[in-house]
């Protein structure tokens, strides 16, 4: 098994531009030490998903995040029943973060994938927001601005309070965010597919 130190460093390397997240991301996961303990009874990713982190289009990283034994679940951002029922087939951990596997109160850095033909609809939090997409494609919507394809490499910024949604058409995506600022969600509002 990878050390976590190797891991996290690994998915340091994402975050390549002088973004402020980007830069705090980096600098969040270069500075974690060995001794996470991973879990011992994990889910695995939907084979849709790991289909496209497996092609030779992906973020070299998506190697290392499949040999980790991560616990891959639906996200629980909201106890929104709409949001937990259209949450189901999506794959999440968070890595740093109040419940992630390293504890932080500042920041919020996970992995969220989508199998094809889903969609995450239209939400706000207080977090500036940041997606990087490490493998597949995903159409992203900022704001009322139509939404734009993205694949591997591709970045989706969201300041806060400001509306975003994401779906999928016939193929999956993995990608790697940040939070920062309120990373609380008690202010996140799902508004639903629509």
């Not at 990878?2 to 969040?28: P, R």
């Not at 982190?53 to 980790?68: G, K, N, S, Y």
């Not at 992630?100 to 939090?125: C, D, F, Q, W």
Request: hydrophobic share 35%; proline share 5%; aromatic share 10%.
């Amino acid at each position: 098994m990878l050390s976590s130190n190797l891991i996290f460093k690994e998915l340091a390397k994402v975050f390549c531009t002088d973004n402020e997240l980007e830069s705090l991301a980096k600098w969040t996961l270069k500075n974690i030490r060995d001794g996470i303990y991973f879990p011992t009874n994990v889910k695995h990713l939907d084979k849709s998903i790991v289909d496209v982190m497996t092609r030779a289009d992906a973020h070299q990283v998506c190697e290392t995040i499949l040999r980790t034994p991560f616990n891959w679940e639906p996200p629980s951002t909201s106890d929104n029943q709409i949001y937990i029922r259209e949450s189901v087939a999506k794959a999440h951990v968070e890595l740093v973060g109040p419940t992630g596997l390293v504890k932080s109160n500042i920041i919020r850095i996970g992995l969220y994938g989508m199998p094809p033909n889903t969609e995450y609809g239209a939400r706000t939090h207080p977090a500036d927001e940041i997606y990087i997409m490490i493998a597949g494609k995903a159409y992203w919507q900022v704001d009322k601005k139509p939404y734009l394809l993205h694949s591997t490499g591709d970045r989706s910024l969201h300041p806060s309070m400001v509306k975003h949604a994401n779906r999928t058409g016939n193929e999956a995506f993995m990608s790697i965010y940040v939070w920062h600022g309120d990373i609380s969600t008690e202010n996140y509002v799902y508004e639903g597919i629509g």
